[in-house]
């Protein structure tokens, strides 16, 4: 097993650096939402904590918990993904933009999710969407190449 100085996990931060601040970035969106329910869907009494949603697409109270609910539920994936990719060494040109596309899809999604236009499905919502979770199968499935290339090396 390899042990890291600190110096080595410098280095190695340094390569990943565009991932490690998108990283910091999806979470950090992640709480912005999460705090943003509050006003944007509590507030008017559309919508009861803990309970299921009111209403449909066209209630903005609605479109801020699906946000958020979705932003939770993709986040681990990405996150696990990332920091695999990294801790593994899959090549940083790949991990580095992989991540900066995963999170402005997802920061798109957000934005597009919020204002409400387009089409409920097969809209520029379901590309950004797409776009998100292909970024992430690119991330996933470069970690477990580069494991299965290490292994059978």
């Known amino acids: 097993m390899n042990s890291f100085d600190h110096n080595s996990l410098m280095l190695l931060s340094n390569d990943y650096l565009p991932a490690i601040i998108a990283l910091s970035i ?15 869907a509590f507030l008017k009494e559309e919508q009861v904590p803990g309970m299921p949603l009111n209403g449909d ?13 979705n932003s939770v539920e993709s986040l681990p994936a990405f996150s696990v993904s990332l920091i695999i990719a990294i801790l593994i060494g899959v090549s ?48 996933s499935g470069a970690c477990i190449l580069h494991l299965v290339s290490t292994a059978i090396a």
């Open 26 to 40: 999806l979470c950090f969106s992640v709480l912005l939402q999460s705090l943003l329910t509050a006003p944007l």
């Open 57 to 69: 697409h066209t209630l903005l109270s609605f479109r801020v918990q699906r946000t958020y609910s």
């Open 92 to 139: 940083s040109i790949i991990v580095n933009w992989a991540g900066v596309i995963h999170v402005l899809f997802r920061l798109a999604f957000w934005g597009v999710y919020y204002s409400g236009k387009g089409k409920v499905a097969g809209g520029s919502r379901t590309l950004c969407f797409v776009g998100g979770l292909l970024s992430n199968l690119v991330l």
